[in-house]
Structure formats: C-alpha cells, structure tokens
C-alpha cells in the first residue's frame, strides 16, 4: 500500500491538481501556462495534449469533468475570469471547445459545487453564476440559470456547498440562497456571522451543516454545526487559541488569547476552560500580560481597548473588566505600577488603572501636544524603590513622574536620539535603546537627573528587549543577544537567530532559557553566553517561558503549553512532555 504505480514527467509544471472523473480512464492537467494534458489513468502514458492558451498562473482550479463536458476556469485578468467548456469523446479525448464561454467579476480560486445538473461558480469577489448542464441538447448544452453581482470590496477567499436547490455561502458572513428555478434567481434567504472570515471548505452531512472560521478581531479558529435551515449554532469548538500567559505560582493555570481560563493538573488535554468570561465572543484578543506582586495578572484586549482580563492567582480565577481608557488607545504595553496598571494613551496622556475595579486612579500624566497630536509612547519602568515612573515618547523627552496618589511631573530631559525600545531597569539605573544614524546603542539613565550615558554601540540592529536579568539586561538584535552588566557595560554576546524573543529569558539555575516569536528556544550560559543548546518547535510562542524543574513552560500560538527540557546541543528536536 502506498507505493507508486506510475510516474509521468510533464515539459511544464502543473497548475493545480489533475482532475481525475470517477469510472473515466483519463486524467486531466493544466499546465502552468498554455496546454492541457490528457494521460492514461492506468500508465500515465500521455494521450492528448491541447493548447488553451493560457497565461501564466491564470488556472489555480482543477478543471471539472461533467455530464461529458470538461470545463475550465481561467482567470484572465485580476478583475475578470471565464469557464471555458471542452466537448469530450467516448475515450473521453477533448474534440474542441464545445459553445462560448462564460465569464464573472473576480478569479475564481475556489473550486465549483456539482448539484443534480447544476454548476455554481463563485468568484472572489463574491459573484455567483449557476450553470445548467443539459447534455440532451445538440448545442449549447450549459446555459446560465441564475447569478448573483460582485459584492466584495477586495478579493476574499469563499466557499460554497449545495443541495436541493439550496446553496451555502462562506466569505466574510454565512449566507443561504435559495435557487428559485420559475424565477431563475438565486435569492438570499439570510445572512449570519458578519465580519468572521470562514477558512476552509463545508460539509453538509443531513441536516447537520459543518464550517470553520476565524471570529472578528480573535485569533484560533472556531470549528461550527449549524442547523442548515436558520445558521443557529448546534456546538462551537475553538481550536488553535494562543496561550498568552502561564502562571509561575505553585500551581499552574493557563489563559489565552480569548478569554479562557484553564486550571492545569497534569491533564495532557484540557478540553474545557474553568473560567470563560469572555464565552467565546467576538473581539477578544487578551495578551501583553503584566503580573503584580498581589499575584494577580491583568491582560488587555488588543481588539477592544476598552476590556481587561484580570486572572487572580490567589483565587485560580479569570474576570472580564471595563478599563477606564474611555475608547482611547493605548501606543504601549502596560506596566505595573505598584498593584496598579500603566498605560500611555495615543491621545497623549499616561493614567493608572485599577485591577480590582478597572476604574482611572488618580490624574493622569499630560504634556503639552499640538491639535490632533498623536503619541506613542514607550513602555515606561516602575522604580518601587523611589516610588518614581520613568516614561518617554515619540515627542523626544524622558519625564519622572511620582506615583502617590495620582501621576505628579517631577522633572524631564531632552532626548538626544530617539528612543526605539521599552525603558529597563538596569541595577538602581534605568535604560533604553536609541537610533541614530549610525546604528542603534544602549545608553543609560540616572534615575533622578535623567541625564544620559555615553551611548553604548550594539552588534546590529535592535530586535528586542531590553529585559531585565537580575542585576542586568539583555538586548537582542538582528546579530544575536547582548548581556550587560549592572554599569551598562558588556559582559557577553551568543548568536541566535534574527526572530525576536517573546519575553525576557527565564533563569534556570546557571542558564538562561531565551525563546524567540518563531518557536526557537536557546540554553545560554548566563556567566560567559555560551549557547549550550537549542531546539525548534515549529511552534509560534505565544507567551512567556516559566521555569518549571530542570525545564520551562511556553505557551504556543496552536493553543498549546509546551513542557520543554533545556536543549544541550545546538538545534535538537523538541522534547515535549
């Protein structure tokens, strides 16, 4: 089983998958450009080939083998495509193109639905044409029996199935049409899950309609039975949810991007959340964890500015917040300020938040701006040691700010170079990366005179970071990572690859655990920054590493936490537990 029969080496290469007619003996191929080929189902021995003349990269559907006929779905122009129909002999040999073709609005990129005698063709741009096949008639046996006009801005990838006159289609909403053969129109009967893209084909098994598709403004994917007749939800499955945060407590608890909480005890598979606040609605993506010394973590909702999530580690629960941000949008990740939240607004000001109530504390920080004036900020450092918050911007200063009560203006300096990083704390200093024109340095920060330090001159371009490691920091760049000392001074370099880290790396005893957005994870030498291993997951991560025994806990852009031992050796495979 599983062994190849034949193989047949064509001049060009192939533009879709052949086409192969149940109970017919040939298989069709549409080259890249130019011709179709006819081959021997059995040997694979050619026996036709006919020139369409086709452009290049203008076929992306397999043709279709029906009533006799083999159609052909070009794309001649982005704004335009045809079916061509080929007339086929007893042998099933193409005779000639048989009647005119027909051509709709858009490409079509999806591959037609059969029904009794019918062909639906969809477009990307949402147009539908419904093809007759009557092969009784001597000429013109395909007519058109009804459509539907374009109704997409751009391009969007759909899907259809049919039955019983009945035609479902997926794009950005789930639409019903039902095909009125006295009128010849297809009308739309009703229309639900607006804005979510659908992302891949439907099935229809009974009276059971089964589809998948990514919600407005969420990440994963929600996998749906439907009742076919109303679109009303049967069961809701989500799957490929990103992990943007596990607990480092005693105990481990999980929460994605949308809203779920999972307590973990040692279960492999966890199939339903302990909490979900969220109950799988629209626009939720909670990330950009920021944890306090409570033990309580608050995450923001990256499509609605306006809701926090705010997990308790005391109590192992989730809840859904209203934050006071009044519609306005932050332009940072947030830090904690004591055990409250801080966040710098495009609209220029930095306000306290409270976990407990999401209410405003305070007044918050304001500089002058000019009408309309947008701001973005940096994420800004927390000094618990003086109570004091360093924070900068786009509009070139760097301003203390006491934190008693409300956010007070201490003092502020000039920034000589723009700052493209988040602020660090570096020892009793704090820290930032600027860009010049000569490359991008680290310079330190006196955290009462703001005044700078020689800047100090990175290996490359900055990625990430910096992130405090004990009494240092680490910065990324496109060259690798860079370990300072608590002075600012360079204690080592490692290469690792030029994707950047998620979160600051974790410490595992005389090791640093790094991991980067791409599903690396690297064992570095904390002393001197030798790489002593690393491992591909082929997984996204998706949240900070937690160190956990001799090995760290990530969460995975699929949904996933992975238990990972430190790799010893350079790019092994991941061990998973």
Not at 280 to 294: N, W
Not at 433 to 458: C, M, R, W, Y
């Amino acid at each position: 089983a599983g062994q190849v029969r034949w193989g047949t080496k064509l001049p060009q290469p192939i533009a879709a998958r052949p086409t192969v007619a149940f109970g017919r003996e040939n298989v069709y191929v549409a080259a890249e450009h130019s011709n179709l080929y006819v081959l021997g189902r059995k040997s694979g021995d050619c026996r036709q080939v006919v020139y369409l003349d086709h452009a290049e990269g203008s076929i992306v559907v397999p043709p279709i083998l029906f009533k006799g006929q083999l159609f052909v779905f070009e794309n001649q122009t982005s704004e335009v495509a045809r079916v061509r129909i080929f007339a086929t002999n007893d042998d099933g040999l193409i005779s000639g193109e048989a009647q005119r073709p027909f051509t709709i609005d858009g490409n079509i990129v999806v591959q037609p639905q059969l029904d009794s005698r019918w062909m639906i063709v969809q477009s990307d741009t949402g147009a539908i044409k419904v093809l007759d096949v009557e092969p009784t008639k001597e000429t013109e046996q395909v007519s058109e029996l009804a459509s539907v006009p374009p109704n997409a801005l751009e391009p969007t990838a759909a899907w259809s199935v049919s039955s019983r006159n009945k035609l479902w289609v997926a794009d950005k909403r789930l639409s019903r049409f039902d095909l009125s053969l006295a009128q010849q129109k297809l009308q739309r009967s009703w229309v639900t899950n607006e804005g979510d893209t659908f992302v891949g084909p439907m099935q229809l098994f009974g009276e059971i309609l089964i589809h998948s598709r990514q919600l407005r403004g969420n990440r994963g994917v929600r996998v749906s039975a439907v009742d076919p007749g109303t679109g009303a939800p049967i069961w809701n499955v989500d799957i490929g949810v990103p992990v943007t945060f596990v607990s480092s407590g005693s105990q481990v608890d999980v929460v994605n991007s949308g809203g779920m909480m999972f307590a973990y005890d040692r279960q492999r598979v966890m199939d339903e959340a302990d909490y979900n606040p969220g109950q799988g609605k629209p626009e939720m993506i909670f990330q950009d964890a920021v944890e306090f010394p409570s033990g309580n973590t608050v995450l923001l909702n990256a499509s609605r500015s306006s809701q926090m999530a705010v997990y308790s580690g005391k109590n192992r629960s989730l809840k859904l917040l209203t934050a006071g941000l009044r519609n306005e949008t932050p332009s940072c990740q947030p830090v904690a300020v004591g055990e409250n939240l801080g966040i710098g607004l495009t609209n220029g000001q930095f306000l306290l938040i409270s976990p407990e109530s999401g209410r405003r504390v305070g007044a918050p920080y304001q500089p002058e701006l000019q009408p309309g004036q947008q701001v973005r900020w940096n994420r800004p450092v927390y000094l618990a040691s003086s109570k004091t918050l360093i924070v900068a911007s786009d509009l070139g200063k760097i301003v203390r700010l006491g934190t008693g009560g409300s956010l007070r203006f201490l003092s502020e300096a000039d920034l000589e170079a723009p700052l493209i990083s988040p602020l660090c704390e570096l020892g009793d200093q704090v820290c930032g990366v600027v860009s010049n024109s000569e490359g991008d340095s680290l310079v330190v920060f006196n955290p009462t005179t703001l005044k700078p330090s020689i800047p100090q001159a990175l290996p490359g371009r900055w990625l990430a970071g910096p992130f405090r490691v004990e009494d240092g920091c680490v910065v990324q760049t496109n060259r690798g990572i860079v370990m300072f000392n608590g002075d600012g001074s360079v204690k080592w370099q490692a290469d690792c690859e030029a994707s950047a880290l998620v979160a600051a790396p974790a410490v595992v005893g005389q090791m640093l655990a790094a991991a980067t957005q791409s599903g690396k994870l690297y064992t570095i030498n904390r002393n001197d920054g030798t790489v002593v291993g690393s491992l591909d997951t082929r997984q996204e991560f998706t949240s900070a590493p937690v160190v956990r025994s001799k090995g760290v806990l990530i969460g995975s852009d699929e949904g996933a936490v992975l238990a990972l031992q430190l790799p010893q050796s350079l790019m092994s495979d991941a061990e998973v537990q």
